[in-house]
T-cell receptor, first 114, second 112 residues
Framework: DADVTQTPRNRITKTGKRIMLECSQT?????MYWYRQDPGLGLRLIYY???????NKGEISDGYSVSRQAQAKFSLSLESAIPNQTALYFC?????????????FGPGTRLLVL | DAKTTQPPSMDCAEGRAANLPCNHS???????VYWYRQIHSQGPQYIIH???NNETNEMASLIITEDRKSSTLILPHATLRDTAVYYC?????????????FGKGTKLSVIP
């Protein structure tokens, strides 16, 4: 079984709809992240969480919200989807050891907003 | 994060060593050099990281220059499955901080 899973893997929605992307991990890591990737570009950080009670905005948080329901679960919501949120979304967890951090990524969710 | 500079693309013959360079001339003393790769829209995959010393694992070797201003990722015997975008990142992660910025990387094409 995969250590970091994302659901759904693909999603088509319409402008103005609310949608939720879910991420689960079995690695036991405290830190979790949401990124988006646009074609030909690197990953950009949306939100991150260092533990269940800690949520932080990343580089591009506008239009998104998150919920850390448990250590293993971190959900990303688009309150009112717009076409420029069409992208590939990745969840990640990280193994943090004082000053070093290794990230483990899920398979991604491909989102199309019409 | 220190800024890193990588060539946009490289080719490598199958079975040969792939040497991917990265410049990080403004790296600070506590920043590690990380390498990740992304195979065709899959989730990025951690490869290796290091601070000062050269590192080797089952996937690759990392050579860091003595002044730490540049590094090279070496895939000793490249296969077609190594075709991917490779990201070099210079970063420090503290107890209350997060810094892991993915740039555009190097697209490595392994040629049969």
């Amino acid at each position: 079984d995969a250590d970091v899973t994302q659901t759904p893997r693909n999603r088509i929605t319409k402008t103005g709809k609310r949608i939720m992307l879910e991420c689960s991990q079995t690695k036991g890591h405290d830190r979790m992240y949401w990124y988006r990737q646009d074609p030909g570009l690197g990953l950009r950080l949306i939100y991150y969480s260092f533990d269940v009670k800690d949520i932080n905005k990343g580089e591009i948080s506008d239009g998104y919200s998150v919920s850390r329901q448990a250590q293993a679960k971190f959900s990303l919501s688009l309150e009112s989807a717009i076409p420029n949120q069409t992208a590939l979304y990745f969840c990640a967890t990280s193994e943090y050891t004082g000053s070093q951090e290794t990230q483990y990524f899920g398979p991604g969710t491909r989102l199309l907003v019409l | 994060d220190a800024k890193t500079t990588q060539p946009p693309s490289m080719d490598c013959a199958e079975g040969r060593a792939a040497n991917l360079p990265c410049n990080h001339s403004t790296i600070s003393g506590n920043e590690y050099v990380y390498w990740y790769r992304q195979i065709h829209s899959q989730g990025p995959q951690y490869i290796i990281h290091g601070l000062k010393n050269n590192e080797t694992n089952e996937m690759a070797s990392l050579i860091i220059t003595e002044d730490r201003k540049s590094s090279t990722l070496i895939l000793p015997h490249a296969t077609l499955r190594d075709t991917a975008v490779y990201y070099c990142i210079a970063s420090y992660s503290g107890a209350g901080s997060y810094q892991l910025t993915f740039g555009k990387g190097t697209k490595l094409s392994v040629i049969p």
